[in-house]
């Protein structure tokens, strides 16, 4: 039976990229589809009212999303998978003609932006993912910013928009209010909540070592990450910072240590708000020293959990499809 789930404004449904195995209709609210126009780099955005379907093209046709869809109200949206809307789209001619007809004008931006890949040979995951980044700048949602440029310098590191990416995190952590609290708590942060300047030099601190590591400077970046670990003054920047010291084991090709690292801080801090991603790093330091039985196993359990606005579970099939086609 299709299942209703609900967004708050600001919202990410899925991402470009994502595996598509659902047809949303939305019930209440409204949900924007963000495509990025190939050949100027701007974004191109449907505004998908209630009532309306989305997600279907792609699901249909068995290929990624592409596009990035997000409630910009909070919304209730029914999602359908494959089966269900064949099923009910077989019983109702009307909904076949209805979403004709509201799929029109996406159907031909979509097909233009495939024309135009094909024409330039390329799909660019990592601007895809930095441009949803400014997007949420520009919506002034700082947390959702935060999120997805932290996303962006944990699987581009040394990527195009690096160093724009550790600009917009540093100026998004110092805008935002801090909370404390250990590795266990809620990544939510409380309106009320006025910073201090422990949390100031906190977070001043994780964003210089996020700075080192944009510049490839990754020893550096590992002594800062620690010394915030050490210092246990902030919570939220201690959990944070447990994380990056295995990412940066892993850029330092130190992937024995990864591994070890990672399995000290999950058996430490089952419920680390960067679980899965660490999971991502110690299957890729298998991969890495070619134990491909091992990172199978790690990249298969990540496919068990909830997936993040970054697409890890994209990456991890990826990933997987590789390891089959070596």
Known sequence: MPKPFQYKSGSLIYFRGDPADKVFILQTGKVNLVYQDIENGEDVHDLVQPGEFFGVKSSLGHYPREENAIAIQDATV????????EAV??????????????FSNQLRKV???????????????????????????????LSQARHIFSRYLTFYPSGKYAAQAAAYLKQV?????????????????????VPSVQDSNSAKAYNEAVSFVSQQKYHQAYLAFK???D????????????????????????????????????????????????????GQSYEKSSK???????YKKIL????????????????LKALEEA
Not at 173 to 193: D, F, Y
Not at 254 to 278: G, R, S
Not at 292 to 298: G, L
């Open 173 to 193: 952590e110092m805008s935002l209010p801090k909370t404390g609290g250990n590795p266990q708590q809620s990544r939510s942060v409380p309106q009320a909540a």
């Open 89 to 102: 789209a077989a019983a109702n001619t009307r909904i076949i003609m209805k979403m004709l007809k509201v």
């Open 231 to 282: 210092a246990n003054e902030d919570g939220g920047y201690v959990a944070k910072s447990s994380f990056e010291i295995g990412r940066c084991l892993f850029l330092m090709n130190n992937f024995d240590e990864c591994i070890k690292y990672y399995t000290v801080m999950i058996t430490k801090y089952p419920k680390h708000p960067n679980l899965a991603d660490a999971l991502f790093f110690m």
């Open 111 to 141: 097909h233009k932006q495939v024309s135009s890949l094909m024409a330039t040979g390329e799909q660019n995951p990592e601007a895809g993912l930095f441009s949803v980044g400014e997007y949420y700048i520009k919506a002034r949602n």
């Open 304 to 319: 068990t959990m909830p997936d993040g606005e970054g697409g890890l579970h994209a990456k991890v099939q990826q990933a």
């Open 227 to 229: 010394k915030l670990v």
């Open 78 to 85: 029914m999602a359908f998978t494959v089966p269900e809307f």
């Open 292 to 298: 491909k039985e091992q990172a199978v196993v790690f």
